[in-house]
C-alpha cells in the first residue's frame, strides 16, 4: 500500500518537468556501464556451469553463448531494469545520477507490461539512429517514442532528491 501512496504522490507534484533527452543519453551511458557488469557477471556464472557439466575448454578452444544463455541475459537485463523502475523509485542508477524519475501516465505504479515494453523499445529505438529518442524534440511534452507507447513519461527530479 506504500507504494501506491507514495506513487500518487509523486504524481499530485504536477511542477516537475519532463526530462530533457541529453539527460536521458547521459543516464543511459551511465546504465550501460552497469549492463556490462551484469553481463560479465552472468558470463562468468554461464562458463562456471559449463565447465561442470563438460569440463575444461582444451587449449585455445573458445566457448560461446548460445541461444539460449543470451535470452537468460537479456531476461536478466529487463528484470533489472523492471525492479528498479517498479520497486526503487522508478530509477536507475543512471536516473538517479541525473535525477530522473519515471512515471506511469496513470500515476500509478508502472505494470510489468510497461517496464517490459519500454526494455524492448528503448534499444531498438536507440538502434534506428536514435530516431524513437529524437522524436522527444519535437514533442510538447518531451516524450520519446516509447514512452508514448508504454504510456510512461520522464521527469527530473528537484535537486536534494
Not at 2 to 7: L, P
Not at 63 to 83: A, K, N, P, Q, Y
Not at 122 to 149: E, N, T, W
Request: proline share 2%; glycine share 8%; charged share 15%.
Amino acid at each position: 500500500m506504500s507504494v501506491t501512496n507514495q506513487n500518487n504522490n509523486q504524481t499530485s507534484s504536477p511542477t516537475l518537468e519532463n526530462a530533457a533527452l541529453w539527460k536521458r543519453l547521459f543516464a543511459i551511458v551511465y546504465d550501460i556501464l552497469i549492463y556490462f557488469s551484469i553481463a560479465i557477471a552472468y558470463r562468468a556464472a554461464m562458463l562456471a556451469i559449463q565447465v561442470q557439466i563438460n569440463g575444461q575448454p582444451a587449449a585455445g578452444q573458445r566457448t560461446e553463448m548460445g541461444s539460449l544463455e543470451t535470452l537468460g541475459l537479456v531476461v536478466i537485463l529487463i528484470g533489472f531494469c523492471s525492479v528498479c523502475w517498479r520497486y526503487k523509485g522508478g530509477q536507475t542508477l543512471g536516473m538517479k545520477a541525473w535525477r530522473l524519475q519515471l512515471r506511469a501516465d496513470s500515476g500509478g505504479q508502472l505494470s510489468w507490461q510497461q517496464c517490459i515494453i519500454r526494455c524492448v523499445l528503448a534499444p531498438i529505438m536507440l538502434g534506428l539512429c536514435g530516431i524513437g529518442y529524437f522524436y522527444s524534440v519535437f514533442d510538447k511534452q518531451s516524450r520519446c517514442a516509447h514512452d508514448i507507447i508504454s504510456r510512461t513519461h520522464m521527469v527530473l527530479l528537484p535537486k536534494g532528491n
